[in-house]
């Protein structure tokens, strides 16, 4: 059974300040995908990364999948309120449906 | 472009009462997912469908639990006799392509939270 971890489980910042959070696994993932999802909300897709060491940037969001595939990254810079969301990552490979971890929860205080 | 669209958002439901779930899909895409989840909890996988079939039910409790996705109209996610631990928000993404990387982006409706009293 594939299982993804997020870490930490809850994170409560300033606005302005920088904030890392992490999404592992022992397994190999084909594709990897980052969702923020919002309180009473569906989650919305931030962005896919397939390649091993690839790095995508979406304004101040800063996504890593690792060189093995086993694990990623999203970085956030200056974080603001609108920051403010449930993350989640989910990995999937051919044939198998997505397996989502349970989450980060980051809340931004201006 | 809609997007996935859900309804009901919010549906109350007895012990033995029947609930209907709703999805219609974003335009152009006919593969559809239906995923649970519980309160401070990532999304488990119930059920995938394209038109007409079930491709993947293996998250879907055997007993209770039926979907559909006709060929025309939305996809239905059907549970019979609820119980309390049915009690969730229930999430349904689709995709134009299938499940299988990279191109597999899926995009997911506003849920509907079904309470069960």
């Known amino acids: 059974t594939q299982l993804l971890e997020q870490s930490p489980q809850f994170l409560s910042i300033q606005e302005g300040e920088n904030l890392t959070v992490y999404c592992n696994s022992s397994?190999?993932?084909?594709?990897l995908q980052w969702y923020r999802q919002e309180p009473g909300e569906g989650p919305v897709l931030l962005v896919t990364?397939?390649?091993?060491?690839e790095v995508k940037k979406l304004k101040r969001l800063t996504f890593q999948f690792g060189d093995a595939r086993k694990d990623s990254s999203l970085h956030i810079t200056a974080a603001q309120p609108g920051d403010t969301g449930l993350y989640l990552c989910a990995g999937a490979n051919y044939g198998q449906n997505f397996v989502f971890g349970p989450g980060t929860r980051l809340s931004v205080l201006p | 472009n809609a997007g996935v669209m859900q309804n009901p958002r919010h549906l109350v439901r007895r012990r033995g009462q029947e609930a209907r779930l709703r999805c219609s899909p974003m335009k152009g895409h006919s593969h559809v997912y239906w995923y649970r989840q519980l309160p401070e909890e990532g999304l488990k996988f119930m059920v995938y469908?394209?038109?007409?079939?079930?491709?993947?039910e293996s998250g879907m409790p055997k007993e209770r639990f039926s979907a559909e996705f006709p060929k025309e109209g939305p996809s239905i996610l059907r549970i019979q006799q609820v119980v309390r631990g049915d009690s969730a928000a229930y999430f349904c993404a689709s995709s134009r392509l299938g499940r299988d990387p990279p191109y597999n982006e899926q995009f997911f409706g506003p849920g509907t939270r079904l309470t069960v009293l």
């Open positions: 990364v397939v390649t091993g060491g």
């Open positions: 397994s190999v993932f084909s594709s």
């Open positions: 469908l394209q038109k007409e079939n079930i491709i993947d």
